[in-house]
């Protein structure tokens, strides 16, 4: 296939500048490049149907953007019903064939994984960059030029945001709790949102940690170290944020202690039983006492690690392996109180909140190794499950917020929407800048785009004017969405951010109407915003520079294969 032309004899040269790989002719007769069976898209229409795949995909989620959205109601293979608004969990659940579709779904991963939120905002945003560029696509213009102009346009919108950008003062939680509320005000749990707010809050000012290494900056890894456990039934007002860790586990002894105070806690990572062969092993016994010593042994080597561990007197003991009873029975002698296979992530967050260290071997513990920080462990029946609580603590660096709501649907969406409030105050914190919301940024930056079109030379002027009219559809979607009377209200609000006035003015997304979103308060966090941005003009940048679309080798196994066979993307 990387045959030029001029080593090709008897190539036609018309079918060559055409890049049909299929069929060149040679000495008379056909010479098969590609397999019989591959499908090929090249020049204009594999480029028109990235740009339809992309906003198709675009208006599929279209309608789930703002505080008056509506939710998808989506059946999974397994024949779950999944309810939400959240445009990455929805296209996670959508299985699409065209190859763009599936990179516009990688975005909405992408944003999710990067700052948390923002997920509906960049695939609304890059299908409209996609769908803005094919008037230049149809009428010849190369996809280079286009890709260029779309390039300066970034570069020129985030200086604008930049500008726009108000620091937050360290401390000030009014205008943490406010840039939350207005990530929480678009979903599901908006009716319950001070309660939510105060839970996303609390979470990651819990887990919040300064780097000594790196000049005090804040890590906060919501991740690994805020557990989110749900648990059906109960009433939502009694979900809160624990002062401490709980997890789904009871001690193994019906006699040992299930309420202690300020507890002794050793964390262990290795088995409390004797050591079984790693493969078949094989004992040769030549009389009736071997066994009795082999037995012995055993015993011996539990009563050894036992007697290692209570020495560092210990309340209770929480392995990530298993106990086996004799070592259970002489913890409950001393009036230890143990718990058996627990999750090496829960280990990980009891030992940040009662100040242990996990341990690899019975023979090396120290003192120090005991967390000590812990007021109170405890073990609680909830529903059918019991349930074990470590709470109290001193200045813990990690939590379990503990959910509770009427069914598992529920308790799902409000773990999301949890995520997302939570991913907010922790880029506010890390990154202490806001901008306004309700498409504010977007107006603003747009008429700012328009203004600088003419300084622009060339033919690079048309596109880059272009992503003007593309970031006009996030204020227009959230008009559109709350019923709005949409030409009337982005025709005067384009005219109020003329010359860079009225920057804080923007949607309502309550109400459809034009207003001053300082006074509403309505905030988003920078790093959102400029992530949107910065990933929908570079998405819509790698598509547009396509223009060609091999289906693999077995078009027969594929997706794609199968879509181009039955002609579902001819009309793209």
């Known amino acids: 296939s990387k045959t030029s032309a001029k080593q090709i004899p008897f190539a036609s040269k018309h079918l060559f500048q055409k890049h049909t790989l299929h069929l060149i002719m040679q000495a008379g007769g056909p010479v098969m490049v590609l397999n019989t069976g591959t499908k090929r898209e090249h020049g204009r229409r594999a480029q028109m149907g990235n740009i339809a795949a992309g906003v198709a995909i675009s208006n599929l989620i279209r309608t789930t953007l703002g505080p008056k959205s509506m939710l998808k109601m989506l059946l999974d293979p397994m024949g779950g019903i999944v309810m939400t608004n959240d445009g990455n969990c929805i296209l996670r659940e959508v ?10 779904i990688e975005l909405a991963r992408a944003q999710d994984e990067e700052v948390g939120d923002g997920t509906t905002s960049v695939i609304v945003l890059a299908g409209e960059m996609l769908a803005v560029a094919r008037p230049f696509i149809d009428r010849n213009m190369h996809p280079t030029v286009v890709c260029r102009a779309y390039n300066k346009a970034l570069t020129f919108a985030l200086d604008i945001i930049r500008g726009m950008a108000t620091d937050v003062v360290d401390g000030d939680e009014e205008r943490l709790r406010t840039v939350v509320r207005s990530c929480i005000g678009t979903k599901f749990v908006s009716r319950f949102e001070d309660q939510m707010v105060d839970l996303a809050v609390l979470a990651v000012k819990t887990v919040c940690e300064e780097s000594k290494s790196k000049g005090g900056k804040k890590i906060i890894d919501i991740k690994r170290y805020a557990k989110v456990e749900k648990i059906p039934g109960g009433e939502l007002s009694e979900c809160r944020v624990l002062n401490g860790v709980m ?18 806690i050793l964390l262990l990572d290795c088995p409390l039983e004797y050591k079984k062969g790693e493969s078949n092993a094989n004992i040769e016994i030549m009389k009736d006492s071997d066994w009795d010593d082999i037995l012995r042994l055993e015993e011996e080597y539990i009563q050894k690690i036992s007697m290692s561990i209570l020495k560092h007197k210990p309340d209770v003991v929480i392995t ?59 073990v609680r029946k909830i529903g059918d499950e019991y349930f074990t609580f470590v709470e ?35 880029n506010v914190l890390t990154e202490p800048l806001l901008l306004p919301g309700g498409g504010a940024v977007e107006m603003h930056v747009a008429q700012a785009l328009r203004e600088h079109a003419d300084k622009v030379e060339g033919s690079e002027q048309w596109p880059f004017a ?5 970031l006009e559809v996030i204020p227009r979607t959230l008009c559109q969405n709350c019923g709005g009377d949409t030409v009337r209200v982005m025709s005067k609000l384009r005219s109020m951010h003329a010359d860079g006035q009225n920057a804080n003015f923007g949607i309502d997304g309550s109400t459809g109407e034009i207003a001053d979103l300082n006074e509403v308060g309505v905030w988003e966090a920078y790093a959102v915003k400029t992530q949107t941005i910065k990933t929908s003009i570079e998405s819509a940048i790698m598509l547009l520079r396509i223009d060609d679309i091999c289906s693999g080798s077995k078009p027969r196994n594929s997706a794609y294969g199968d879509a181009l066979n039955s002609g579902q993307l001819d009309d793209m």
């Open 247 to 264: 997890f789904n586990k009871d001690v193994t002894h019906a006699k040992m202690s299930r309420s202690i105070k300020n507890p002794r």
């Open 95 to 104: 299985d699409v064939s065209h190859p763009a579709a599936k990179s516009m």
């Open 392 to 426: 109290e603590c001193q200045a813990p660096k990690a939590c379990t917020i503990l959910l509770r709501g009427a069914s598992k649907d529920v308790l799902n969406e409000i773990e999301r929407n949890l995520q997302d409030a939570m991913q907010t105050a922790r």
């Open 466 to 470: 272009a992503v003007a009219d593309a």
């Open 320 to 378: 990530e392996k298993g106990l086996s009873d004799l070592c259970q029975h002489y913890l409950v002698k001393a009036g230890v109180s143990a718990i058996r296979r627990i999750r090496k992530t829960d280990n990980n967050r009891i030992a940040k909140v009662c100040g242990a260290t996990i341990c690899n071997r019975v023979e090396e513990i120290t003192d120090s190794d005991i967390g000590t920080l812990a007021g109170k462990f405890e």
